[in-house]
């Protein structure tokens, strides 16, 4: 092991600034417009569906849903800047709660993706079927011929574009403007205002209808999630790109989708009742109040933006696909790549075949798609705002402790020249101070979610005479934030029971998926070796076994194997320290889960083996992934304060720098190891 290897880092990727390619990703305005150009896309067959399910009260249900759109941009906002390696879903759930929960995550994403893909391609044909009416009978053949371009078009390797991303959520926005433009034209504000009374007439408002109602509008807001697996290539600071993106998205579908859902059920509920046409309100809508040339522009810019939807969703499934495989709960069959196009072909293959067979298996039943929709993503909705939540916890939890180590004086105690306190600048700095003595640096924050400021800021508002605006923030952010998995819990639990198919299906696949990922863990756990997702330490651990494992080491099994065998009851911390990081920086795909350690073969190997001994041995573990760079083995060493430290016996002259106590040899039948043992 080269002296100071240990580099403050994240073991996600390095920070964007280091690599001086800010410029190069993506800021708000492209940000909204791949969001938008998912979300946007919902509003041309959300309102056939909605109606078939709650009538004309289907606009007042977007509106009552869009309160909780809202609560829940701010939530995807935060999770960007927590986990800038991307993966959505599968990373919080899998880093803030555990590996299993982050696979589950992973299959409700999946279903929503196959699911937006078929829907968004049917769609898209079938809105087309305005302007070419003799392909309506084939839609279904049609959506089946275009889904399989796609997916050529992806092994071919051309990559999706923000840029034309876009070009399609302008056109569409600027086409949604322009129908709600021409209808205000014909109709008085007094006659859309009669609108609301005409909505709430002829059915009754029961607590179940307003439940299952509710439940059923977040198919409006599908997409949002695309926003947390855009962190690898959004520029920086990433929370305040992805707040304005957000804040912009809010502002055009709040303009939009809630008014349009309302106008095309109500002013058309011949249309909106006939199972052909229900697929096309918008674009009537458009010809109704319009003209030919409106109605047709919106029919054929609908149906670009609805396929381009489609491609989207079969590039999250394939990247989905590879980010599991990567994490060792899919076959590492789907990894592979061909070598005329260098594009991972077997991801690709059932990206685009699993939506084909369920448009077939539905025989392209629009309101029955719509139906199975709810399933994954509210699924993915309410685990990613659960995983946020229980990293909020751990940060209000981290903070007590951190504010029972400040200064007496902090703690409002009167000492000091003439008792007075200290400054309240002085508490934050010094809390900030604190939190780093009890969190091993930014780069386990950034891998556990946990952010040291968060932290300090709530130790320093703790304070006696210290009153922190940013504290009660947090605190207001934390109750907002649990108020909002409430909310959606309560859609997705809704959802289970009003919707069985949807529950019959979506279950079915997480099922089977989650029964493919066991077999997977199965088999590597009989060869020795159990999947590993690296975290942070979380907080100092005295009395704890720190075992050092590095790259090309063939005495790393010594290392492990004496660790487990002298844990004695204490938590084990294994840390690998990776080859460098390379100097040459690529941009990732969109999409992209980027994270140096699911690259590092040996580090996974290692840390397999060290899991499947821990868990036979029953001990507490933990494990941090570190690039081998500058740095200080020293300070992680000092932060961490644990009892014994084990390093390979040739490693232990270059950790002298420790100041252990005493140093111990040991001859283990792997190698010889040394313990550098600390009385605290």
Same mark, same amino acid.
């Given at each position: 092991?080269?002296?100071?290897?240990?580099?403050?880092?994240?073991?996600?990727?390095?920070?964007?600034?280091?690599?001086?390619?800010?410029?190069?990703?993506?800021?708000?305005?492209?940000?909204?417009?791949?969001?938008?150009?998912?979300?946007?896309?919902?509003?041309?067959?959300?309102?056939?569906?909605?109606?078939?399910?709650?009538?004309?009260?289907?606009?007042?249900?977007?509106?009552?849903?869009?309160?909780?759109?809202?609560?829940?941009?701010?939530?995807?906002?935060?999770?960007?800047?927590?986990?800038?390696?991307?993966?959505?879903?599968?990373?919080?759930?899998?880093?803030?709660?555990?590996?299993?929960?982050?696979?589950?995550?992973?299959?409700?994403?999946?279903?929503?993706?196959?699911?937006?893909?078929?829907?968004?391609?049917?769609?898209?044909?079938?809105?087309?079927?305005?302007?070419?009416?003799?392909?309506?009978?084939?839609?279904?053949?049609?959506?089946?011929?275009?889904?399989?371009?796609?997916?050529?078009?992806?092994?071919?390797?051309?990559?999706?574009?923000?840029?034309?991303?876009?070009?399609?959520?302008?056109?569409?926005?600027?086409?949604?403007?322009?129908?709600?433009?021409?209808?205000?034209?014909?109709?008085?504000?007094?006659?859309?205002?009669?609108?609301?009374?005409?909505?709430?007439?002829?059915?009754?408002?029961?607590?179940?209808?307003?439940?299952?109602?509710?439940?059923?509008?977040?198919?409006?807001?599908?997409?949002?999630?695309?926003?947390?697996?855009?962190?690898?290539?959004?520029?920086?600071?990433?929370?305040?790109?992805?707040?304005?993106?957000?804040?912009?998205?809010?502002?055009?579908?709040?303009?939009?989708?809630?008014?349009?859902?309302?106008?095309?059920?109500?002013?058309?509920?011949?249309?909106?009742?006939?199972?052909?046409?229900?697929?096309?309100?918008?674009?009537?809508?458009?010809?109704?109040?319009?003209?030919?040339?409106?109605?047709?522009?919106?029919?054929?810019?609908?149906?670009?933006?609805?396929?381009?939807?489609?491609?989207?969703?079969?590039?999250?499934?394939?990247?989905?696909?590879?980010?599991?495989?990567?994490?060792?709960?899919?076959?590492?069959?789907?990894?592979?790549?061909?070598?005329?196009?260098?594009?991972?072909?077997?991801?690709?293959?059932?990206?685009?075949?699993?939506?084909?067979?369920? $448009?077939? +298996?539905?025989?392209?039943?629009? *309101?029955?798609?719509?139906?199975?929709? /709810? &399933? =994954?993503?509210?699924? #993915?909705?309410?685990?990613?705002?659960?995983?946020?939540?229980?990293?909020?916890?751990?940060?209000?939890?981290?903070?007590?402790?951190?504010?029972?180590?400040?200064?007496?004086?902090?703690?409002?105690?009167?000492?000091?020249?003439?008792?007075?306190?200290?400054?309240?600048?002085?508490?934050?700095?010094?809390?900030?101070?604190?939190?780093?003595?009890?969190?091993?640096?930014?780069?386990?924050?950034?891998?556990?979610?946990?952010?040291?400021?968060?932290?300090?800021?709530?130790?320093?508002?703790?304070?006696?005479?210290?009153?922190?605006?940013?504290?009660?923030?947090?605190?207001?952010?934390?109750?907002?934030?649990?108020?909002?998995?409430?909310?959606? $819990?309560? +859609?997705?639990?809704?959802?289970? *029971?009003?919707?069985?198919?949807?529950? /019959? &299906? =979506?279950?079915?696949? #997480?099922?089977?998926?989650?029964?493919?990922?066991?077999?997977?863990?199965?088999?590597?756990?009989?060869?020795?070796?159990?999947?590993?997702?690296?975290?942070?330490?979380?907080?100092?651990?005295?009395?704890?076994?720190?075992?050092?494992?590095?790259?090309?080491?063939?005495?790393?099994?010594?290392?492990?194997?004496?660790?487990?065998?002298?844990?004695?009851?204490?938590?084990?911390?294994?840390?690998?320290?990776?080859?460098?990081?390379?100097?040459?920086?690529?941009?990732?795909?969109?999409?992209?889960?980027?994270?140096?350690?699911?690259?590092?073969?040996?580090?996974?190997?290692?840390?397999?083996?060290?899991?499947?001994?821990?868990?036979?041995?029953?001990?507490?573990?933990?494990?941090?992934?570190?690039?081998?760079?500058?740095?200080?083995? /020293?300070?992680?060493?000092?932060?961490?304060?644990?009892?014994?430290?084990?390093?390979?016996?040739?490693?232990?002259?270059?950790?002298?720098?420790?100041?252990?106590?005493?140093?111990?040899?040991?001859?283990?039948?792997?190698?010889?190891?040394?313990?550098?043992?600390?009385?605290?």
């Amino acid at each position: 092991m080269a002296k100071d290897t240990i580099t403050q880092t994240t073991s996600t990727q390095l920070t964007d600034e280091e690599h001086g390619q800010d410029k190069h990703r993506l800021g708000p305005l492209l940000c909204w417009a791949v969001v938008f150009a998912d979300i946007g896309t919902s509003v041309y067959y959300v309102p056939g569906i909605l109606y078939a399910n709650v009538g004309k009260l289907a606009g007042f249900f977007v509106f009552l849903t869009m309160s909780v759109f809202v609560l829940l941009t701010l939530k995807y906002a935060e999770v960007t800047q927590r986990y800038p390696q991307g993966g959505g879903v599968v990373t919080v759930a899998a880093l803030a709660i555990n590996k299993w929960v982050g696979a589950l995550g992973g299959m409700f994403i999946l279903v929503d993706y196959f699911l937006t893909a078929a829907i968004s391609g049917l769609s898209g044909m079938l809105y087309l079927s305005v302007v070419a009416p003799a392909i309506g009978p084939y839609a279904l053949w049609i959506t089946v011929g275009i889904l399989i371009l796609l997916g050529v078009l992806n092994w071919v390797g051309i990559s999706e574009s923000a840029k034309v991303s876009l070009v399609g959520a302008v056109i569409a926005f600027g086409s949604d403007v322009a129908i709600l433009v021409t209808v205000f034209t014909h109709i008085s504000f007094g006659d859309f205002l009669a609108l609301f009374t005409q909505m709430f007439q002829g059915r009754a408002i029961t607590p179940v209808a307003i439940l299952t109602g509710f439940a059923g509008s977040f198919l409006a807001f599908s997409g949002l999630e695309s926003i947390s697996q855009l962190s690898p290539v959004m520029k920086t600071p990433r929370k305040k790109v992805a707040g304005m993106a957000l804040l912009i998205v809010v502002l055009t579908i709040g303009i939009t989708s809630p008014v349009l859902t309302m106008l095309s059920t109500i002013l058309q509920e011949n249309e909106a009742a006939n199972a052909a046409q229900s697929t096309q309100l918008i674009s009537l809508l458009a010809g109704h109040w319009g003209n030919t040339v409106l109605q047709t522009e919106v029919a054929i810019s609908a149906s670009a933006l609805l396929v381009f939807a489609s491609n989207t969703a079969i590039i999250g499934t394939y990247h989905v696909f590879i980010a599991l495989a990567r994490l060792e709960f899919f076959p590492s069959f789907v990894l592979q790549r061909n070598k005329l196009r260098n594009t991972p072909h077997y991801s690709i293959g059932l990206a685009a075949g699993i939506p084909i067979a369920i $448009l077939i +298996a539905v025989n392209a039943d629009i *309101i029955i798609l719509g139906d199975m929709y /709810a &399933f =994954g993503l509210l699924g #993915a909705f309410t685990l990613t705002c659960l995983g946020l939540d229980i990293v909020r916890y751990k940060e209000r939890k981290l903070a007590r402790i951190i504010a029972q180590h400040l200064p007496e004086r902090q703690r409002g105690k009167h000492h000091g020249i003439g008792g007075a306190q200290m400054p309240a600048q002085d508490v934050l700095r010094r809390a900030d101070m604190v939190s780093k003595e009890f969190v091993l640096g930014n780069g386990d924050a950034a891998n556990t979610g946990v952010e040291l400021d968060a932290v300090a800021a709530l130790a320093a508002a703790s304070q006696a005479g210290y009153r922190s605006m940013k504290g009660l923030w947090y605190s207001l952010n934390f109750w907002l934030g649990v108020l909002t998995t409430v909310l959606v $819990l309560t +859609a997705w639990t809704t959802n289970l *029971i009003s919707k069985p198919l949807a529950t /019959a &299906f =979506g279950g079915s696949v #997480a099922a089977l998926g989650m029964g493919v990922s066991y077999v997977v863990y199965k088999r590597h756990q009989s060869r020795g070796h159990a999947p590993v997702i690296p975290t942070g330490i979380g907080s100092y651990l005295p009395g704890s076994i720190l075992a050092v494992l590095t790259a090309g080491n063939p005495h790393n099994d010594a290392v492990i194997n004496t660790a487990i065998h002298t844990a004695d009851g204490h938590p084990v911390i294994f840390l690998f320290i990776g080859k460098p990081a390379p100097d040459t920086y690529h941009p990732p795909d969109i999409f992209e889960v980027v994270d140096p350690y699911l690259d590092d073969a040996e580090a996974k190997r290692y840390f397999g083996r060290a899991e499947h001994q821990a868990q036979k041995a029953k001990i507490q573990r933990r494990f941090v992934y570190r690039h081998q760079a500058p740095g200080t083995v /020293a300070r992680f060493w000092q932060l961490l304060r644990p009892h014994d430290t084990i390093v390979t016996a040739e490693e232990a002259p270059e950790c002298v720098d420790l100041n252990p106590d005493r140093i111990r040899y040991e001859l283990t039948p792997e190698g010889k190891v040394a313990h550098m043992v600390k009385n605290w």
